[in-house]
């Protein structure tokens, strides 16, 4: 099959069609870096990747982070997070369980996010699951210009430790001591694009820098229902060997939850920042 993209959505999302992510010429690659830039979000269907692969094909875009949770990392390529419900020996393999996750970005609590994540089914469940990715950008430029003017320029706060609490999950004070709280601008303007979108969610953003407890609270509500009106999000019902990668300075997600009879194995690379921007934002 000849290389190409499908739009799933009008305003964002691809569907990459005849390519292998294990065998990507300089060419190719370059046409899937362009059409990730293009759509934000890039599904490839019916892949076959070892951990190597997935972790090669990542590191084409990047430096790839170790996660917090080391405990949920392979033990063959740190650069593989596991997100699972699986448990070995009475221990868990992964995070996040089989509960819903709500609305977040990727490591936005730390000082220097991430720009990427891929995600590649290995096990999935019966039912259930389902992944939703919201178009930050359009949900920025579709504004009211009101609302534009009462935050453009303002930072909020992002907490590693209020998305635990979110998802019921403890942090331990190692954790905490590596991910203190930190403030980003609301509105983030793209390191590779220039565009701008939304840089908040209802799973990390905790308050808005310099406004009342009830004003921040007021406004950051009606940013989150703004963000998630159905013209702005794409649901992806996963297929064994899917693997999806979306870009994290555009896109926050959330997960459906499921039958915590089911298993369900997903791993994750997270790409860095390139290290020549000293100002991510």
């Given amino acids: 099959m000849?290389?190409?993209?499908?739009?799933?959505t009008p305003h964002f999302v691809g569907e990459m069609?005849?390519?292998d992510m294990r065998k990507l010429d300089d060419a190719t690659f370059a046409a899937v870096k362009r059409a990730w830039r293009e759509n934000q979000i890039l599904v490839f269907r019916?892949?076959?990747l070892e951990e190597e692969a997935l972790v090669e094909f990542s590191q084409r875009f990047g430096a790839l982070e170790t996660h917090v949770r080391t405990e949920y990392l392979s033990t063959e390529h740190s650069e593989i997070l596991y997100v699972s419900n699986i448990k070995k020996g009475g221990r868990a393999i992964g995070i996040l369980s089989d509960h819903e996750v709500g609305w977040h970005y990727d490591q936005i609590y730390l000082t220097q996010p991430a720009v990427g994540s891929c995600l590649y089914a290995v096990k999935l469940p019966s039912a259930g699951?389902?992944?939703?990715?919201?178009?930050?950008?359009?949900a920025y430029e579709t504004l009211p210009a009101q609302m534009k003017n009462k935050i453009d320029g303002r930072k909020a706060?992002?907490?590693y430790d209020y998305f635990n609490q979110y998802n019921s999950v403890a942090t331990s004070s190692e954790q905490k001591k590596k991910t203190p709280d930190v403030e980003?601008?609301?509105?983030?303007t793209h390191p590779m694009t220039g565009r701008k979108a939304l840089y908040i969610c209802p799973g990390m953003t905790t308050r808005i820098v310099g406004l009342s407890e009830d004003e921040s609270r007021t406004i950051l509500k009606t940013l989150f229902d703004w963000c998630v009106q159905p013209e702005f999000v794409y649901r992806h019902d996963?297929?064994?060997g899917d693997a999806v990668m979306w870009d994290n300075a555009c896109t926050m997600h959330r997960r459906d939850p499921f039958d915590e009879k089911s298993e369900r194995l997903m791993k994750r690379t997270t790409i860095l920042p390139p290290a020549e921007l000293s100002v991510p934002f």
């Fill in 238 to 240: 996963w297929q064994y």
């Fill in 2 to 8: 000849a290389f190409g993209i499908k739009k799933l």
């Fill in 129 to 138: 699951g389902s992944t939703y990715f919201a178009d930050m950008s359009r």
């Fill in 184 to 188: 980003h601008p609301i509105v983030r």
């Fill in 46 to 48: 019916g892949q076959h």
């Fill in 157 to 159: 706060v992002q907490s």
């Fill in 17 to 19: 069609t005849g390519v």
